[in-house]
C-alpha cells in the first residue's frame, strides 16, 4: 500500500502553488544534513519529479523552495517578505470579518501585508491550529477559535510592523 502524499501550499512568486511531495522530500533532505545548495537542488528535483514546473518559473520556485527550507531549518531568514498574515478557517461568516477587519486595520496603519486565507484542513494543522477561526500573523499564532477585537488586531499588526522594521 502506498502512502498518500497531500499536497502542501506554498508562496511561488506572487501566487499560492500546492505542491505534492513538498513535506516529504523536506523531511527526508533536513535529515540528510547536506549544504543549503545542495538541499534545495534536490528539493527542487524532487518537487519537480511530482509537480509541474513550467520552465520560466523555475528560479522562482527554487527561491521558495530556499525560504521554505531554511524556514524549517531553523535558519535565519530574514524579513524581507515583510508583515505576514494568516487566516484561518472553512471559509465562515467569522473568518470573512476578521478579514475585513485585517484590511481595516491595515489601512488605517498605512500598511501592506501578505495576506492569505487558508482553508484547507491539513493545512490549517500544519500551521499548529486546532480551533478556527485563527489569525496568524507573521507566523505566530494570535488568536485561535474566537473572534478577536479591532483593538487586539490593530496591536498585533502594530507590533509585528515595528518588529521587521528593527531587524
Known amino acids: 500500500m502506498t502512502a498518500i502524499t497531500l499536497p502542501r501550499n506554498l508562496k511561488i512568486g506572487r501566487s499560492i502553488v500546492g505542491l505534492v511531495g513538498l ?3 523536506l523531511t527526508a533532505i533536513l535529515a540528510a544534513k547536506l549544504p543549503e545548495d545542495a538541499a534545495v537542488e534536490r528539493l527542487f528535483q ?3 519529479g511530482k509537480n509541474y514546473i513550467p520552465d520560466h518559473a523555475a528560479s522562482l520556485y527554487r527561491e521558495a523552495l530556499r ?3 531554511r524556514r524549517q531549518a ?7 517578505t515583510g508583515l505576514t498574515i494568516r487566516i484561518l478557517g472553512p471559509g465562515c461568516v ?3 470579518r476578521i478579514k475585513t477587519m485585517v484590511i481595516e486595520v491595515l489601512q488605517k496603519l498605512q500598511l501592506a501585508a501578505d495576506m492569505e486565507q487558508i ?3 491539513d493545512e490549517i494543522w500544519r500551521h499548529g491550529v486546532i ?9 505566530q499564532i494570535k488568536a485561535s477559535g474566537r473572534h478577536p477585537s479591532p483593538a487586539e488586531v490593530e496591536e ?3 507590533e509585528a510592523a515595528e518588529g521587521t522594521m528593527s531587524t
Open 23 to 25: 513535506d516529504l522530500a
Open 74 to 80: 531553523g535558519l535565519e531568514t530574514g524579513n524581507a
Open 67 to 69: 525560504l521554505e527550507y
Open 94 to 96: 467569522t473568518c470573512n
Open 119 to 121: 482553508h484547507d484542513l
Open 46 to 48: 524532487a518537487v519537480a
Open 131 to 139: 480551533n478556527t477561526p485563527a489569525l496568524i500573523i507573521n507566523d
Open 156 to 158: 498585533w499588526i502594530r
